[in-house]
T-cell receptor, first 116, second 115 residues
Framework: AQKVTQAQTEISVVEKEDVTLDCVYETRDTTYYLFWYKQPPSGELVFLIRRNSFDEQNEISGRYSWNFQKSTSSFNFTITASQVVDSAVYFCALSEAGSNTGKLIFGQGTTLQVKP | EPEVTQTPSHQVTQMGQEVILRCVPISNHLYFYWYRQILGQKVEFLVSFYNNEISEKSEIFDDQFSVERPDGSNFTLKIRSTKLEDSAMYFC?????????????FGPGTRLLVL
């Protein structure tokens, strides 16, 4: 069965600290896709990244980086030098290739609070 | 930049009433979705729609729910007889395709409150 677990419910850091948000997934498919979305206080869901299961290269985009490790079924997200504007709920999500519809299975989300 | 839009942003209704939530997906997208998020909880898949028919639906999407693409641009979610537990944020999403599990882009959501 497919499942996404974000064990950290809430994280609070002080501005400029680095922070890592954990995501562990379960799937029986060999081909799958992983996503991170950001939900700021205004409520919308903002796409951050998509990775497929065959691409384990870590990715960096500005202050954001992602560490994908198939061996531990994890897809962790690190924010370097956090800023107050990073305060949001962050969701990790999984889509299985076996699901022809592309539906997303979301984790519970991690609320990140960055204090000035 | 193209966006998914949703109307209304907020809707308050009485239990038992019908509501229709509207979405305009990104114009060249072919796959459409509805998700919901009960306050403080995770985002849950409701239904996917392609080629004018439902391609998958979750257990949540019972007979009280229906979706429609009445014209070339709108995609609607109808709740026939709302219940208190239908109170949630409803998100519409669209993607170009699913062959390579294309990215789904979400609208800003409709917050539904059932009294």
């Amino acid at each position: 069965a497919q499942k996404v677990t974000q064990a950290q419910t809430e994280i609070s850091v002080v501005e400029k600290e680095d922070v890592t948000l954990d995501c562990v997934y379960e799937t029986r498919d060999t081909t799958y896709y992983l996503f991170w979305y950001k939900q700021p206080p205004s409520g919308e869901l903002v796409f951050l990244i998509r990775r497929n299961s065959f691409d384990e290269q870590n990715e960096i985009s500005g202050r954001y980086s992602w560490n994908f490790q198939k061996s531990t079924s994890s897809f962790n997200f690190t924010i370097t030098a956090s800023q107050v504007v990073d305060s949001a709920v962050y969701f990790c999500a999984l889509s299985e290739a076996g699901s022809n519809t592309g539906k997303l299975i979301f984790g519970q989300g991690t609320t990140l609070q960055v204090k000035p | 930049e193209p966006e998914v839009t949703q109307t209304p942003s907020h809707q308050v209704t009485q239990m038992g009433q019908e509501v229709i939530l509207r979405c305009v997906p990104i114009s060249n997208h072919l796959y459409f979705y509805w998700y919901r998020q009960i306050l403080g909880q995770k985002v849950e898949f409701l239904v996917s729609f392609y080629n004018n028919e439902i391609s998958e639906k979750s257990e949540i999407f019972d007979d009280q729910f229906s979706v429609e693409r009445p014209d070339g641009s709108n995609f609607t979610l109808k709740i026939r007889s709302t219940k208190l537990e239908d109170s949630a944020m409803y998100f519409c999403a669209s993607s170009e395709g699913t062959v390579s599990q294309e990215t789904q882009y979400f609208g800003p959501g409709t917050r539904l409150l059932v009294l």
